[in-house]
């Protein structure tokens, strides 16, 4: 009679998925960004916001800027003529 093997057989992909979560989340952790502070906008204090600009840099050059009056980093309202130090140009 053949004895029952107590080891579970793991499939080839199944174990590259596994490996590739893990490595991804050692990634995520390892950059001090975690998930749910990705979606948390900064205060305007902590990026050291203004409502003039910088030289010639301001809101309404940066790729965060909605066009309107919102940012996708800062917090609150920003004006088009405001400046930070997450800017970067659009």
Not at 8 to 29: D, M, N, P, S
Request: proline residues 2%; positive net charge.
């Amino acid at each position: 009679m053949k004895k029952a093997s107590s080891y579970k057989c793991i499939l080839r992909r199944e174990f590259i998925l596994t490996v590739g979560k893990g490595i991804a989340g050692v990634g995520v952790i390892a950059s001090g960004i975690y998930p749910a502070q990705a979606l948390q906008k900064a205060d305007k204090e902590v990026v050291n916001y203004q409502d003039t600009p910088n030289g010639s840099l301001s809101c309404s050059g940066c790729r965060f800027f909605d066009g309107e009056s919102g940012c996708a980093v800062v917090d609150g309202k920003v004006s088009a003529d405001g400046w930070c130090v997450a800017f970067s140009a659009s």
